[in-house]
């Protein structure tokens, strides 16, 4: 299995992540935040968790469905910034899509 080597911008830790992982260049994060009804599209995050038992909830569903329908894999960013899916590590065991950098696909 191919592996990248990310960090992740938020906690300037660096993990291995499948190259397979679903991410989306930071432009298309930032632009489908921004047409969202999402409070997200007020500012473009460095991470966002997806709850889904907060008030918010459809909401980031939506959003989450945008950016799942938009990606592309961490391996096509390699050597440069994108945003990363990181299924079940925020709030709660939710989905976290995350500004990382791709140091490294082996």
């Known amino acids: 299995m191919t592996t990248a080597t990310v960090t992740i911008h ?15 260049h930071p432009a298309v994060f930032a632009r489908l ?22 008030d918010d909830a459809a909401e980031l569903d939506a959003l989450d469905d945008a950016f799942r329908g938009r990606a ?10 994108c945003v ?9 065991g939710c989905d976290v899509w995350a500004r990382v950098t791709v140091d490294e696909v082996a």
């Not at 592309?72 to 910034?81: H, I, K, L, R, S």
Request: some cysteine.
């Open 84 to 92: 990363a899916l990181f299924a079940g590590t925020g709030i709660d």
């Open 72 to 81: 592309q894999t961490v391996g096509d960013f390699a050597g440069t910034v």
């Open 33 to 54: 935040c921004a047409e969202s009804t999402h409070p997200a599209g007020l500012g473009v995050p460095d991470e966002l968790h997806i709850t889904t038992t907060t």
């Open 10 to 24: 938020t906690t300037n830790t660096t993990t291995a992540v499948p190259a397979n992982r679903l991410a989306l």
